[in-house]
């Protein structure tokens, strides 16, 4: 299948403005929950609330170090297989409106220790809360976010929302030690240095560009589309995922990566 | 042996995939993604697995212990293989066609609730997904009957490539379902950015229902010529290629040496029956093609060099009609000829005790012949496929 590969290059100094990936979960025990809850939250039928953590303690704990409430995650421009098979790619506008913590890495990951996180030991909510942006610093982070991008990926934002390790030995925070750990240890994971973002609330449909679905979603669409079209918004951009002889994709392919640019 | 734990994407019992598959290689290690592109053997947290499967996002597999994960691992660790996936409903519903499953199915090893899986590369794994695809195109284009059933089974493979979505258009019941089709194709491919336009995609369309009309698969005549090392079957199968091509007869021919030679242009007999042999065990059907694609076949196909009967039955499967034509020669001539083109003693030994000519002995036990030439110097090559030609023409 040909995906075109936008001229992202383009980038280079201009405003970097990313989009947001959240990965649903309906929590519903149908298989197409979480396809079904996506199309209603893009139809306007119900407003996305805060995923159920998987690890409650952990990122209660985080939660508690940085706000008063359980926020709806989401990452600057990336979307984890791990983390469903259904995403949102969401406007800026949703980060402007709703953001009330942003923070350099993954907040859960950092406080529980997981893979290249794991070096940080007991500082761990010290450097969460050197890491994150909130109250009066908050309005900094979209100009850090930039910055960072522009410095580590030499202005191209394509190769930081496809997963490419960033330069980042002249970074100043924990993140280093961390990337450089699961170097070390061959745990290298783009959430060691993917900003995330806590947002009070859903994104509204006008917000949502695009959905994002695994092969077996697409499967799931496609029965939808012959048996209930109605239920598919008509100006609903849908990604599909893809089978081919290098394996599956889903979430992470160069169609995904554009959308995160806007394109 | 590595175990495997979970699929990834949660197939279910319609479908029959690709999915990501998590593999434990050992007690102590953490749980490993693969079959994703681009990330292979990503680390998965144990809690993450665990809310992957609370969340009916991965399949729990049962047993766990797999052969074909461990052979996918035993040459190459850094192997990214994928699991190929068949859903009960799908496998008893593409019988119902006259599509069975049993042998693209033939080594599932694993279990989940409502339907088996395999471990496997992924480039077999596509190349299984594709070739049922191929036989069901065919079912819709050629019977007509339950077309429309068969087009949205099909959609339960990959519901995006372009053999389904011919079986999606031309299976629709009138004018506007087709519309309809077309315009959900071009939604799909524009919102992925994938080229679109609407006058090529109805002309694309039209052109391959009639490519798969008119082509290879079922209505392709195969003649698999096979014989022991030495025994000139790759003559045989030139002469025989000769003989029909001279009469204008749509001919073509490929070769499984020909193709482990141009994979491995500067290795030797006993190297390329070592290459031959891990395809046949790794990746039967993408071998099996790999061979097919060379050449744009023509309504009669002669393959040459055929020895296992993992790949005979993969071209069984993807065709209706294959002969067999075995040329069989004296010891004498067969140590002989091998003297010639390996040397020593040893290494005419070496060749004639591989796994590749243990194998051809099971096939020519479990298949008939359809044509067997006993090539004792009695009639020369020449002669046999003069008669080989004059009965494969009246057939």
């Known amino acids: 299948m040909d995906v075109i590969e936008s001229a992202v290059g383009a980038q280079a100094g201009m405003n970097i403005d990313l989009r947001a990936g959240h990965a649903v979960l309906s929590h519903s025990q149908s298989d197409d929950g979480d396809l079904v809850l996506a199309l209603d939250v893009a139809a ?45 790619i969401v406007a800026p506008g949703w980060a402007r409106r709703s953001l009330f ?52 990926y030499e202005g191209n934002a394509f190769n930081y929302v496809s997963g490419q390790t960033p330069n980042f030995e002249a970074w100043k925070d924990i993140r280093v030690e961390c990337i450089r ?20 609330d859903g994104p509204s449909p006008a917000e949502i560009e695009a959905i994002v679905l695994s092969p077996e979603n697409c499967k799931r669409m496609e029965r939808l589309v012959r048996s209930k079209p109605e239920v598919i918004p008509r100006n609903l951009r849908i990604i599909y995922g893809k089978v081919d002889a290098s394996g599956v994709w889903w979430l992470n392919d160069p169609a995904v990566h554009n959308a995160f640019l806007g394109a | 042996m590595p175990k495997t734990i979970a699929l990834l994407d949660r197939p279910s019992r319609l479908s029959m995939s690709a999915v990501p598959v998590v593999i434990q290689h050992h007690e102590a290690a953490m749980p490993k993604v ?25 399949l729990q597999l049962v047993g766990g212990e797999s052969k074909s994960a461990a052979m996918c691992f035993a040459r190459d660790g ?41 471990v496997a590369p992924p480039e077999e794994v596509f190349a299984r997904l594709q070739i049922w695809l191929e036989k069901a195109l065919h079912t819709v284009l050629e019977s007509g009957k339950d077309a ?33 089709e077309l315009s959900w194709f071009r939604k799909v491919d524009r919102d992925s950015r994938r080229p679109t336009n609407q006058k090529l995609t109805k002309l694309r369309l039209s052109e391959l229902k009639e490519r798969y009309k008119e082509d290879i698969i079922k209505k392709c005549v195969v003649t698999a010529v096979i014989g022991r090392s030495g025994s000139q079957h790759g003559e045989m199968a030139k002469i025989a290629y000769s003989k029909l091509a001279a009469r204008r007869v749509p001919v073509t021919k490929v070769s499984f040496g020909g193709y482990l030679r141009e994979l491995r242009a500067s290795a030797n007999k006993s190297e390329l029956q070592d290459l031959g042999q891990r395809l046949v065990e790794e990746r039967p059907f993408h071998f099996a093609r790999s061979v097919i694609d060379r ?50 003693a040893a ?21 008939p012949t359809t044509y067997k030439i006993p090539h004792d110097g009695s009639r020369t090559l020449e002669h046999v496929a003069e008669l080989y030609a004059n009965k494969f023409i009246a057939a």
């Open chain 1, 44 to 88: 306007g039928n119900v407003e996305l609330l805060p995923r159920t953590p998987r690890e409650e303690e952990i990122v209660t704990k985080a939660e508690k170090l940085l706000s008063t409430r359980r926020p709806i995650y989401a990452y600057v421009g990336f979307l984890h297989p791990e983390l469903g098979t259904v995403g949102l």
């Open chain 2, 34 to 58: 693969y079959g994703l592109a681009k990330a292979p053997g990503s680390i998965l947290q144990s809690e993450a697995l665990n809310e992957l499967l609370r969340s009916r996002q991965a």
């Open chain 2, 78 to 118: 850094n192997s990214n293989p994928v699991a190929m996936w068949i859903g009960d409903d799908f496998e008893r519903r593409a019988g119902s066609y006259g599509l069975p499953t049993e042998i693209i199915a033939e080594e599932f090893d694993l279990e989940a609730a409502g339907g088996k899986a395999l």
């Open chain 1, 181 to 200: 750990y699961a170097i070390d240890q061959g745990e290298m994971d783009r959430r060691l240095w993917s900003w995330e973002l806590w947002l009070q």
């Open chain 2, 148 to 180: 429309r059933e068969v087009a949205t089974l099909m959609c339960e493979v990959i519901p995006d490539d372009k053999l389904t979505r011919t079986a999606l258009y031309f299976s629709a019941r009138d004018d506007s379902e087709r519309e309809a």
């Open chain 2, 295 to 344: 050449k744009k076949a023509g309504r009669y196909l002669i393959v040459d060099g055929l020895r296992h009967l993992r790949i005979y039955k993969a071209l069984s499967y993807m065709f209706e009609k294959v002969h067999v034509l075995m040329v069989d020669a004296t010891e004498e001539e067969v140590k002989r000829r091998l003297s010639k083109e390996v040397g020593s």
């Open chain 2, 347 to 367: 290494d005419v030994e070496s060749v004639r005790s591989h796994a590749t000519e243990k194998a051809l002995e099971e096939l020519i036990r479990q298949v």
């Open chain 1, 101 to 152: 913590v942003a923070v350099r890495c993954d907040s859960g990951g950092l406080i529980g220790g997981y893979g290249g996180f794991k070096c940080v030991g007991e500082k761990c909510e010290e450097m969460l809360l050197e890491v994150a942006f909130r109250d009066e610093d908050l309005p900094n982070w979209s100009g850090e976010f930039q910055a960072e991008v522009k410095a580590s």
